[in-house]
C-alpha cells in the first residue's frame, strides 16, 4: 500500500497493510537541513525539503508541514520569539485591553507573508508527493487561538464573563479559521489538523464545552472543504468522547496521560485515534524502551483499524534523538503489520 | 480549631458554580470558628487542595480551579489584607514564569498561596536567567516558584540552579514539562515540583516552616 492508501484504510475503520506512522517532527528538518530553527522556518522550501527528508528517513506516513504555534497570531500582527533548541513560540499578547476586541479584523491569508510560506510548503509536498502520501494542514481552531492572542486569564475571565467580546472574537476567528483551512485545502493539504486545547476536558469542563468549543468547532469543521484532525495538544477528551464525532471531526488525538486501551473503545467504529506517545520523555527514552512502548500502543490500539501511531502533542520536542526517532519507526514496522499479533 | 469539613464541602460547591457571594458568605461565617489565618489556611487552601486534586485526576478542569483561585483570593483579601502581619511572608517568597509568556499557570498558583494566607512576590513573565539571578540575590529569595511551559526553558532551569548556588534559594517548579516527565524536576537540580496546586501549597507549607 502507499502511504494514502494506508491512511485511508484505517480511517475507514479497516486494517491496513501497517499500522501508519504520523511522526510528526516539526523542527528536526531544520537539522537535515543544517541550519537554525529560525533560517528553517523562514522560507516554505525549507519546511517542504524537510519534510521530504524526515519522511524518506524514517520512513513515515504523511507529511506535516506545521511551522509553529503562534502562526496565526503572527498573521495578525503579534510576535514569534525564537530560540536555538525549541519550537517558536509567542511573544506577549497581541491584545492587551480587551476592548480592542471590538475593532479586530482577520487578515487575508492572501496578504500574510507567514501564511503564504506555509502554503508554498504545501505546494511543493503537493507536487512531490504525487498524492502517495498524505498531507496535513494545520489551524489553530478559533476558540484556542485567543490564548495567544489575549493571554490565558484574559480569555477565561472574557469566555466567563463578557460574553460580548468572547461573541465578536469568536466570529472574527471563525472567518479567519476557514479561509486559512481551504486555503491549505486549495494548495494541496489532504487534511486539515483541528488544534483545539482548549476544549479538551483538561482545560474547560464538559458542561462549558457544549456551551461554547463544541458549537464552534461544529460550524467550523462543516466549512472546511477537507477531512479534518481534532488535536487537543496532550489534554484529555475521555469526558467529551460521545461529542466528538458530532462535530464531523474523522480523527482524534489524544494525549498519554488517557488510556490508549479506553481512548480506542471510545472511539472504536466513529473516530480513528492518533497517539498517544508522550513525547516530553521520549527526549530520555532509550531504543530499548521506545520499542517496548510503540509495541505496547499497537497491541492495545491497532487491532481492526482506526489508529495512527504518533506522539501527543502534534509536536516532537527537538531533543528529541534521532536513534529514538528511528527505533519508533522500527518498532511500528516490526510489530504494526496486520493482523496485529499479540504476544 | 472546630472541624470545618462543612464548610468546605460548601465552600467547594459555590466555588464550583461560581457563586462569589456565596464563597464570601461561607468564609465569613466560619470566622467564628477560627482566626483570620486559620480560616485561610483550613478551610479555603483544604478547599483548594481538593479542587487542585480534582483537575490532577480528572474529575475538574483548569478553567475551574482558575476561577475558584481568583474567587478566593478576593474573599480572603477583605478579611486578611495584603499589609497584614498575619500573613506568611517569611522567609521571602517569588513566583516567575520563566523565559515565556505562558502565564495561567502562575496565576493560579499565585492566587491559590495568596488564598491560603501566603503573601509572595508576582515577579512576572518573560523573565531570562540572568535577570532572576539578579532578582533573586538583590531581592535575598528564599523560595522561588518557576511556571515553565516549554520544554527547553525547563531545561534552562540547569542553568539558572548553577548561577544560584552561592545562594541559599530553593527553587520549586512546575508546568507542563514536568507533568509529562516526571523525572525531569531531578535533572534539571530543582528542590521541588509540584503537580498542581494542591503540591505547591504542601511544598511551599513545608520549606516555609524549615526555613522559619
Known sequence: MTSMERVLTTLSHKEPDRVPLFLLATMHGAKELGMSIKEYFSKGENVAEGQIRINLKYNTDCYYPFFYAPLETEAFGGEVIYTEDGPPNSGRPLITDIQKINSLTAPKVKDSEVLLKVLKSIQILKKHSKDKIPIIGVVMSPFSLPVLQLGFEKYLDIMHFRKDLFNHLMKVNQEFCIDWANAQIEAGATAITYFDPVSSSTIIPRKLYLETGFQIAVHTIAQIKGSTATHFASGNCLPIADLLPQTGTAVVAVSTEEDISKVKEAFKNKLTVLGNMNGIEMRRWTPEQTDKIVKDLIQKAAPGGGFILSDNHGEIPFQVSDEVLFAVSEAVHKYGTYPIIKS | MDNLSLEINALERALLTMDQSQAESIVIGAMTKG???????????????????????????????????????????????????????????????????????????????????????????????????EIVKNEKIKILLLSVLMLPSALRIKELKLNLLDTDVKIIVGGAPFRFDTELWKEVGADGMGKDSSDAIEIVTKLMEEKS
Not at chain 2, 490532577?56 to 475551574?64: I, K, R
Open chain 2, 35 to 133: 482566626t483570620p489565618i486559620q480560616i485561610a489556611s483550613e478551610l479555603v487552601s483544604g478547599t483548594l487542595q481538593r479542587i487542585g486534586d480534582s483537575w490532577e485526576t480528572g474529575n475538574l478542569a483548569l478553567s475551574q480551579v482558575y476561577m475558584s483561585g481568583i474567587i478566593c483570593e478576593e474573599v480572603i483579601d477583605k478579611i486578611l489584607p495584603p499589609s497584614n502581619p498575619l500573613r506568611k511572608n517569611q522567609p521571602k517568597m517569588a513566583i516567575a514564569v520563566f523565559e515565556d509568556y505562558h502565564l495561567l499557570g502562575k496565576r493560579i498558583l499565585y492566587s491559590t498561596l495568596r488564598a491560603s494566607g501566603f503573601e509572595l512576590i508576582d515577579l512576572g513573565g518573560g523573565l531570562s536567567t540572568d535577570q532572576l539571578v
